[in-house]
């Protein structure tokens, strides 16, 4: 997997410097409370080390940090003494590629009579409701399934957390293309396209 930002075992705290500093002071009993506060949930995730970054504090995790432990430490770093809550912006996670396939379309769209391009494919993801919040990690890319096939696949990749929240609620939906009804698939791998030695296409 291809990496966005920083290891996926880290959560970002952006915060300005002044407040990471007097966080900083009581780094080690910080360590132990988050992790107490964890325990308290039930986690089996726990903070290893915390430490400062451009954009602020970097807390690292033994395993993937779920919505909820993300959560928990978030109240926990609002309700430090020495934090003023209010710059205390939203926590992010290291985000992941993950490789998406779309099948059920024509290679030539029956509206438009031309064969499907990267700028349609984007905006039908742009406007289709069920892409919202999602954000392309790359442009799609569209092949033949055979040469005298009249259909395509479409690979598209998305940037998404390492859970694979946003690519699992993807896999299987349907949705329309003209008279077209697709279907979005999972992949492992991000597939090469193979060139022909006879078109070069």
């Not at 109240?75 to 939203?90: D, F, H, L, M, R």
């Not at 395509?152 to 990749?157: A, E, L, P, T, V």
Request: aromatic share 8%; proline share 1%.
């Amino acid at each position: 997997m291809i990496t966005k930002g920083l290891s996926w075992k880290q959560i970002i705290v952006p915060i300005n410097s002044e407040n990471a500093n007097n966080f900083m002071k009581e780094l080690s009993s910080h360590v132990i409370n988050i992790n107490w506060a964890l325990k308290n949930i039930k986690s089996d995730v726990m903070a290893n080390f915390i430490c400062i970054e451009n954009k602020g504090l970097v807390i690292t995790t033994n395993k993937v940090v779920e919505a909820l432990n993300l959560q928990t430490i978030k109240k926990y770093v609002k309700n430090t003494n020495n934090i003023e809550a209010n710059q205390v912006e939203i926590f992010k996670l290291s985000l992941l590629k993950f490789f998406l396939k779309i099948i059920g379309i024509s290679y030539i769209l029956e509206f438009t009579d031309t064969w499907i391009i990267v700028n349609e494919v984007k905006e039908t993801i742009k406007n289709n409701h069920i892409f919202n919040n999602v954000v392309l990690a790359s442009r799609p890319r569209i092949i033949k399934v055979l040469l005298k096939s009249d259909m395509s696949i479409i690979w598209i990749n998305i940037w998404d957390v390492q859970s694979g929240a946003k690519a699992k609620g993807l896999i299987n939906k349907c949705f329309n293309v003209g008279s077209n009804i697709t279907t979005i698939h999972g992949m492992n791998m991000n597939p090469g396209v193979l060139q022909c030695k006879n078109c070069w296409k």
